[in-house]
């Protein structure tokens, strides 16, 4: 079968639009490209010096000292704040109750973007007080010496702005059902912006107490914080609201809102382990329906999470709040945990299966902090894996217990451990634990080792030691933390406690002190035991000789092994870092082998020829032998291996025969996930055709069956059909385009009556993507600006994104600049969308070449956002000319903020596209010529 008329005609309008649009940029920046193409190879230079510098570059910004001094340990803030909605802006006064530990004459906190009016420490005498910019520094000079374990009391009063942020103290606006504009103020600290909104102490370790007052309009408006409050003192127009003293927390933890919103509340259960308390809900009036979901779910993951860590919740309440601008997902400050809307209003009209599911996982991540982040927290941000992988890795576990029907236990495979095996296979990668001081290295940290490594390796350590011990042992490292903060080693040695043989923390830091993973090679023996080796897993063979060797461990690894055999023998071992071999003894009759049960291990597994096609075997003739994991895990590895020219294309390719009998959801997401990928990487190659012939024939018998109607309580269903139409649409199946595109055209013939919620996505983009008339771009971008939910303005503006016609993308892309019509919260995600459309790579990539430095003005380079921009917008490119663009770029640019690593993955992937193509195009072209029509005819149904 060749390709259908209109997709080979898509092919082609790719080809010329992106040809087009190029030519378009060279005719209007002639010149200077001309003078930049003339200094291309001096730059290339400049930017290879620049490349390998890197390292030292930022051990020269470590030698300024960005910690605070040692010397004062504040106890307790008295925090006065007004925020003025009006003028956007706020005025605050604040007392700081501070210890003494070391003399000392200076007072150093931390202060930015804040004008400070007048500074006093009471019985002292101020001699001057200055800003320091560069660490961000208040420091306070005193006309005589503090001495040790005197106790001060430090006044400041301050001011600063709301507007055009999204960071600190903030404003925030929406459109109530009247079509007003309304205005609120919030906040968001973590990590380095509690010091924009007041002076402080703003390092974790420096927990306090707070005491805070908040004035807000009368009237309609209100405000909230961590605490209860607890008193209100009318002023006329405004209205002081006093909240309770809080816990000792840490200053990023600190939280107040100042709105007009409506709340819903339940009640949470301690069932025993501490009070009942209360849980509020607030969102904006007309949407404050949309919040049932959150409640009820965030009520029953918070008494799951009590039960399981045994620790009563120490606060009287945990409110959640929907933001309509928000940086973040969410963020867990302590009893009052703020969300996008997206992150947390449900609404069956608008809400996907999938956002559903996002929601529930949001929530039960942020929740899990409330524990264990906020009661125990991370002494400095290198060890920010506490907080953040303990919470990835929770999260699942929370959604489990709440929905068992959706598979979260499995689907942790697919979200968080497989995508961060792709990231840490690459030099660009970096430790779990990892040193940080400056701002941008801080804000950088939060990143997908901090979270999906970090979550993944707890995941390993919790099938080692077993579900209960590891349960004990987070119950010991609570209660005896609680309050206070800590680094790696005290969670490692709880764990080490209650386990007797195993050496925990020996094992734990190969993991946590380098970066990357291995793959564990396995032979049979004449004997009939396995012979398992290990070496550092790379994505790209040409870096083995790039690599450093900087490692006390050599870049070897301990890994719990697990394993299972066609006789039903499981077993497991540890193959210590030192040592070179480890065998395998089995029954003489054991055929195959399969490590890495259920893949709870942070490695990978590469066989022999022989065992690998004994493994497709079996899952050809009786895939229900292996469980969903184990199938979603062997087609993972089987890719990544060829990919990385470990292993004949030829394995993951004869194994994808067996995917006509598949039916799960996680296998699937895994096989068509590899599908698209790989249309696109080989879509102007030769042998596109055939593969494409191949792949449609693979997903043939699945589509048919998932069809187009949306089950109501089929949650895993639902995402399979979602998982398998985008495929399948994104291959051409004529039929799944026809389906597209009539209700797409029946949509904008009647906008009242939408697809269901599940399909919207697909028959926007797919249906947009079929469309050749301006004038249906222009009503869906109506529809889109129109939108109030925010789950289906995202929809929307998806796709706005599938257009063919990179002139249309690029008026999208300038259009999306105005914050009334794209806000800054959604900005990158747009940029992305149109990026992966092939026709609006180019568009995108030339447009913030030019516009980088408005960029920067904008957002700021502290902006981990930003910083990741053009490694995620130059993901597929795959040529030289490409590669040297982006290097040029690095060297006009050298300033990286939070993006110095970012900048690294960039460069190194395009080198592995670049050498992709080469490696293994000839492996799949033969592999497709040769079997794939016999293999075609078995898979079709």
């Known amino acids: 079968m060749f390709l259908s008329g209109y997709w080979l005609q898509v092919v082609l309008s790719w080809a010329v639009v992106a040809f087009a649009t190029a030519t378009v940029v060279v005719a209007v920046q002639k010149a200077k490209l001309e003078k930049d193409l003339q200094d291309v190879q001096n730059k290339i230079d400049i930017y290879e010096e620049w490349n390998g510098e890197s390292t030292h570059r930022m051990k020269r910004e470590d030698t300024v000292k960005y910690r605070l001094p040692t010397a004062l340990v504040p106890t307790h803030y008295n925090l006065y704040w007004h925020p003025d909605l009006e003028t956007g802006s706020f005025t605050g006064q604040l007392r ?21 009016t007048n500074v006093y420490v009471l019985n002292r005498e101020v001699d001057k007080f200055e800003l320091e910019e560069e660490r961000q520094f208040l420091i306070i000079t005193l006309t005589e010496e503090l001495p040790k374990d005197a106790r001060i009391t430090l006044g400041i009063l301050f001011g600063g702005q709301m507007k055009d942020k999204l960071v600190g103290l903030y404003s925030s606006t929406y459109l109530n059902e009247a079509g007003d504009t309304r205005t609120i103020s919030t906040t968001k600290f973590e990590p380095t912006y509690a010091r924009q909104a007041f002076p402080c102490f703003d390092e974790p370790a420096l927990k306090a107490t707070f005491e805070i007052t908040v004035v807000h309009p009368s009237g309609s408006y209100h405000a909230v914080s961590n605490m209860q409050q607890t008193e209100s003192n009318y002023l006329g127009d405004f209205t002081e609201a006093i909240f309770e003293t809080s816990v000792s927390m840490s200053t990023y933890l600190v939280c107040i809102i100042v709105s007009d919103f409506s709340s819903y509340s339940t009640t949470v259960r301690a069932n025993g382990i501490g009070e009942d308390f209360s849980m509020q809900a607030y969102a904006t009036s007309h949407q404050i329906e949309k919040v049932e979901f959150a409640l009820e779910f965030g009520a029953a993951v918070t008494e799951y999470y009590i039960q399981y860590y045994k620790v009563p919740y120490p606060l009287t309440k945990l409110d959640m709040a929907a933001i309509p601008d928000f940086a973040s997902g969410a963020m867990e400050h302590w009893g009052l945990v703020t969300y996008r809307e997206t992150a947390l209003l449900y609404d069956t009209s608008y809400s996907s299966t999938a956002n559903k599911q996002s929601i529930a996982g949001t929530l039960a991540h942020e929740i899990a902090h409330q524990w264990f982040g906020n009661l125990v927290t991370m002494k400095w941000w290198n060890d920010l894996w506490l907080n953040e992988g303990f919470a990835r890795f929770m999260q699942y576990k929370g959604v489990d217990a709440v929905h068992p029907d959706w598979g979260m236990i499995e689907q942790f495979q697919i979200v968080a451990l497989q995508p961060v095996l792709v990231y840490d296979a690459k030099l660009s990668s970096h430790p779990i634990v990892q040193k940080v001081e400056s701002p941008d290295e801080i804000t950088a940290l939060f990143d997908t080792i901090s979270y999906e490594k970090g979550g993944s390796v707890i995941r390993m350590l919790e099938a080692l030691v077993g579900s209960d011990k590891f349960e004990e042992a987070v119950t010991n490292y609570l209660v005896k933390h609680q309050f206070n903060n800590t680094v790696t080693d005290d969670f490692l040695t709880e764990v080490e406690a209650v386990v007797t043989d195993v050496e925990i923390k020996k094992l734990m830091l190969t993991w946590t002190e380098q970066m990357g993973y291995p793959v564990l090679n396995v032979s049979k023996e004449a004997d009939g035991s396995f012979q398992v080796t290990q070496q550092r897993f790379l994505s790209n063979p040409a870096s083995y000789d790039e690599a450093p060797s900087d490692s006390e461990y050599g870049y070897r690894w301990s890994v719990p092994i697990t394993y299972i055999t066609d006789d039903g023998t499981e077993g497991s071992l540890i193959y210590d870092y030192d040592v070179e071999t480890v065998p395998i003894f089995v029954a003489s009759t054991v055929q195959w082998i399969k490590l890495n049960v259920n893949q709870t291990g942070y490695y990978r597994v590469n066989y022999e020829e022989s065992l690998w096609t004994l493994l497709i075997q079996q899952l050809i003739s009786n895939p229900d032998s292996f469980e969903i994991a184990d199938r979603a895990h062997l087609l993972n590895d089987a890719f990544a291996l060829a990919d990385a020219s470990q292993l004949s294309y030829r394995i993951p390719l004869e194994m994808t025969a067996y995917l006509g009998q598949e039916r799960d959801f ?50 895993l269903k639902n995402r399979l059909r979602v998982s398998i139409l985008t495929t399948a649409c994104a291959l051409g199946v004529p039929d799944c385009l026809e389906q597209a595109a009539q209700r797409f055209n029946a949509f904008l013939l009647n906008p009242t009556s939408r697809p269901s919620p599940d399909l919207r996505e697909i028959v926007y983009y797919y249906g947009m993507q079929q469309s050749t008339s301006q004038s249906t771009w222009e009503q869906l971008f109506q529809l889109f600006v129109a939108e109030t939910d925010a789950s289906e303005k995202l929809k929307l503006m998806y796709g706005l994104t599938g257009v063919l016609n990179s002139q249309t993308l690029f008026n999208f892309l300038v259009l999306a600049g ?30 913030f070449r030019e516009q980088w430095l408005q960029l920067i003005a904008r957002f700021g380079l502290n902006n981990r956002n930003l910083g990741r921009l053009i490694s995620q917008i130059t993901a597929n490119f795959a040529s030289s000319v490409k590669l040297e663009e982006v290097q040029q770029f690095f060297v006009k640019y050298p300033e990286s903020g939070a993006g110095a690593n970012s900048r690294l993955e960039a460069v190194e992937t395009i080198k592995y596209n670049i050498e992709w193509l080469a490696r293994n195009h000839a492996d799949i072209t033969d592999w497709l010529s040769g079997t794939a029509s016999a293999l075609t005819k078995k898979t079709q149904l």
Not at 98 to 112: D, G, K, M, P, R
Not at 709 to 715: G, K
Not at 824 to 837: H, K
């Open 96 to 116: 700081i109750t501070i210890n003494v530990v070391e003399a000392t004459n200076q007072i150093v906190l931390h202060s930015y973007l804040l004008d400070i």
């Open 666 to 715: 996680v296998p699937w997401y895994v096989a068509a996930t590899k599908l698209r990928s790989l249309h696109r990487s080989l879509m102007f190659s030769e042998g596109y055709v055939t593969y494409l012939n191949y792949a449609r024939s693979l997903i043939a018998g699945v589509y048919e069956e998932v069809g187009w109607t949306v089950d109501a309580d089929n949650h």
């Open 818 to 847: 105005d914050e009334n019509i794209v806000r800054s919260q959604d900005y990158f995600t747009c940029v992305q969308y149109i990026a992966a459309n092939p026709v609006g790579e180019s568009v995108v990539w030339e447009f």
